[in-house]
């Protein structure tokens, strides 16, 4: 190591007669620190100030009198120019990185939403990276204290996803993790989290980083039901977090798509509290009458309306509300506008805080870790692949020359911890936010997408009831929703064999048209809602994101990487993603 940081020294400041030229005027030294750390300071009688040489960092720390291991000055030398370790300022050292597992050690933690999808990789990787951690309390909805153990052991403790783990462990393995997994019974949603006093003090005595990665992602959801847990639900984790007397950092796991329906190049920026995406794009001239966001009056909207309407509409009435509320303040759905109302609670809230927001865009199975392919549920663009790969969806209503913005679980959650260590040992009162996100750095295109799905599937198929092969089509793309009618019911028919039908047996064809019509209205109501989406005007930058992963070292970015740049999508979708999706989603029926 030492041998390969000389040679990077020696390169930077480039050929010995220019070090021969300056060796006239100064003494050179060579310090080292940590063995990762190397600094080159200058030696002369007049006191030894630090000069800097381009090509290394202008990071600074005084060094102890032990750190001088190399100088090609000999002792006399250094004696009669007296060079005092205080004298010994460096300019630059090559710095250990963030620090994340260093961090990590000994830190207690506050999770909600710790079963869910993503909160799994996170805790695996805490888990097999920092096992020195401290307690992990993980806020479980569940009637009492025992039901809240079974469903941590069945979803979390059980699952093939911590199989790492369980053969490091062996037969301790269930000692292990139950040493360091706390199941708290509590809900986001309410006022307190539903705990009891004594679980309450315990946590806020030993806490040091809370993170909330409890949502409801159901695009349509009921208004008041997503407010609930989206909004009003960070809001509560955030008063409880206050009273964490350790507490270093408050983390939101939001979503890029918080942005609404922003366009173009769209930064990583908080939202204050009354922001819209319709008031960021007019003025008081533009909209005559429109009123600004308040969320405390969407939420009191909420609450007022279910209560006018009767038992057998209200759940159609507080969806078609969330819809149009989102849509009149600019969001594209209820999901993302309860998730921003809850991303402006937390600034409104944070008062000295340290907070981190951090926006995946569309999380989809690991990358490399704990293995490829892991996943749990169907994610935003699945079923149309398992669709399309079962023979059931040969199109679909996209810009077929937009982007779908992926990014691989194991990402999201390495940049997740690299985050809660940076800001977390800073612990400044600020705001920051994190868009982990393809769409910039390597956009994957709808029509790419298609193609490497029909890649796959022509050389790996499905099979069908029989055990036969499923043939699939190349994906046709469609920009109008009557072409894409069109092309279903056209497809429909002739795979329920329909057309032939038609005039030979009346009842037969009435009962197959009746199937068809069931399956154009499912694909177009699939379509319908995706729609924002496969359209989706904006590209989410991450620059804020890129600086955290140069801020690492090289060690961590092996051990933490989240560079989505360097993501071969071919590879991912064909060899790691689909194939997961069939193992895990499917559990191997039809493959």
């Not at 005027?25 to 030696?43: I, P, Y």
């Not at 059980?158 to 053969?167: H, I």
């Not at 810009?399 to 040992?425: E, R, S, W, Y």
């Not at 069109?486 to 064999?497: K, L, N, P």
Request: glycine letters at 8%.
């Amino acid at each position: 190591m030492e041998a390969s940081l000389l040679s990077s020294f020696s390169s930077t400041i480039n050929a010995p007669n220019k070090l021969a030229r300056l060796s006239e005027k100064w003494d050179w030294c060579l310090l080292r620190r940590k063995k990762s750390s190397l600094a080159v300071c200058q030696g002369a009688s007049s006191g030894g100030n630090a000069k800097k040489i381009s090509g290394f960092s202008s990071a600074a720390t005084l060094m102890d009198a032990g750190s001088l291991v190399l100088s090609p000055n000999d002792q006399k030398v250094q004696k009669e120019n007296n060079i005092a370790v205080k004298d010994l300022v460096p300019f630059v050292e090559m710095h250990d990185g963030i620090g994340i597992v260093k961090f990590l050690k000994g830190k207690g933690f506050f999770i909600t939403g710790g079963t869910g999808f993503l909160a799994k990789v996170l805790i695996e990787k805490i888990l097999r990276t920092a096992p020195d951690v401290g307690k992990i309390y993980l806020l479980i909805k569940a009637k009492n204290k025992e039901a809240a153990m079974e469903r941590l052991k069945s979803e979390i403790i059980s699952t093939e996803l911590f199989k790492g783990l369980r053969q490091t462990y062996g037969k301790s393995y269930q000692a292990f993790m139950l040493s360091k997994l706390v199941p708290v019974v509590g809900n986001v949603c309410e006022s307190d989290l539903g705990l009891g006093d004594d679980i309450a003090a315990l946590i806020a005595k030993e806490v040091d980083v809370v993170i909330n990665s409890a949502a409801n992602t159901t695009f349509h959801e009921r208004y008041d039901v997503a407010l609930d847990i989206n909004t009003k639900g960070p809001c509560h984790l955030m008063a409880f977090a206050k009273k964490c007397k350790r507490l270093k950092l408050f983390l939101q796991v939001s979503t890029a798509y918080v942005n609404g329906q922003r366009q173009g190049r769209i930064m990583e920026k908080p939202f204050y509290i009354g922001e819209s995406i319709t008031g960021e794009n007019s003025t008081s001239d533009t909209l005559p009458g429109f009123d600004p966001l308040d969320v405390e009056n969407e939420i009191k909207l909420a609450m007022n309306s279910k209560g006018a309407y009767e038992d057998n509409e209200v759940a159609q009435k507080m969806k078609d509300l969330g819809l149009e509320r989102a849509r009149k303040y600019g969001w594209q759905d209820t999901y993302v506008f309860t998730k921003a109302m809850g991303e402006m609670l937390i600034d409104d809230m944070r008062g000295d805080v340290p907070v981190v927001i951090i926006r995946p865009s569309v999380i989809e199975s690991t990358c490399k870790e704990p293995f490829p392919g892991w996943m749990e549920g169907n994610r935003m663009m699945d079923p149309i692949v398992l669709y399309y790969g079962k023979g059931q969806l040969t199109g679909f209503l996209v810009d077929p020359n937009g982007v779908l913005d992926v990014v691989p679980a194991d990402m999201v959650v390495n940049a997740t911890l690299a985050a809660i260590a940076k800001h977390g040992m800073a612990q400044k009162p600020d705001i920051n936010v994190y868009q982990i996100t393809s769409s910039v750095v390597n956009p994957l295109d709808f029509q790419e997408l298609s193609r490497l799905m029909y890649e796959h599937y022509n050389s790996s198929p499905c099979m069908d009831s029989k055990g036969m092969p499923i043939n699939v089509p190349s994906m046709k793309l469609f920009s109008s929703m009557e072409d894409f009618s069109a092309h279903i019911w056209r497809d429909a028919t002739q795979r329920s064999g329909l057309t032939a039908l038609a005039s030979s047996n009346g009842k037969l064809s009435q009962k197959l048209e009746t199937m068809c019509r069931k399956s154009v209205k499912q694909a177009k109501y699939l379509a319908s809602i995706y729609e924002p989406y496969t359209f989706y005007g904006g590209r989410f930058d991450n620059s804020n994101t890129e600086r955290l992963m140069e801020s690492m070292s090289e060690e961590e970015k092996k051990k933490f990487g989240f560079d989505v740049g360097s993501l071969d999508w071919k590879d991912y979708i064909t060899n790691v993603h689909i194939p997961g999706l069939k193992r895990h989603v499917l559990k191997g029926r039809g493959v």
